[in-house]
């Protein structure tokens, strides 16, 4: 706008560009009613349109949407077993992964490539924790290490 009418006034290429916007518009009832909005710019006709356009859609949408109503006590007992079934899953979730921290595997067909031990696997590798201190300040002091 402002190359093409660079010898108008800023309101008036304001006031073109809100005109041309509305006459671009391809929905009848949108451009309808943003030409009746009377827009003055080009922002505030925009905004108008994409608020008109998202109404009408749900409207739309909304007239085939039906509402469920159920009856209290089916609604509660349903709550119910999901508490139930929710409170039951999480303790054994817990109580599975308290399993997993406290007992270590033990298969005499697994070797822990760290430090060679039968029966465990590198990361419940008791050597690893008991000198990853020592190894990383080996590491800084320029030794050679495991890592």
């Known amino acids: 706008m402002s190359l093409a009418y660079s010898e108008c006034p800023l309101d008036v290429r304001v006031s073109l560009a809100a005109q041309y916007f509305v006459d671009a518009i391809r929905d009848e009832g949108?451009?309808?009613s943003t030409r009746?909005?009377?827009?003055k710019d080009l922002k505030s006709s925009l905004a108008y349109s994409l608020k008109y356009e998202a109404a009408r859609t749900v409207f739309k949408t909304?007239?085939?949407v039906k509402s469920i109503e159920t009856e209290d006590h089916l609604s509660r007992e349903r709550d119910d077993k999901f508490e139930f079934f929710f409170n039951r899953l999480e303790k054994l979730l817990n109580s599975s992964v308290a399993g997993k921290k406290n007992t270590p595997r033990q298969n005499s067909n697994v070797t822990?490539?760290?430090c060679n031990k039968k029966g465990q696997v590198q990361?419940?590798?008791q050597a690893i924790t008991s000198n990853q201190g020592n190894e990383h300040?080996?590491?800084l002091r320029g030794e050679d290490c495991l890592l």
Request: with cysteine.
């Open 30 to 32: 949108t451009q309808h």
């Open 36 to 39: 009746l909005m009377d827009a």
């Open 62 to 64: 909304s007239r085939h």
């Open 112 to 114: 822990c490539w760290k």
């Open 123 to 125: 990361m419940e590798c």
């Open 137 to 139: 300040t080996a590491v």
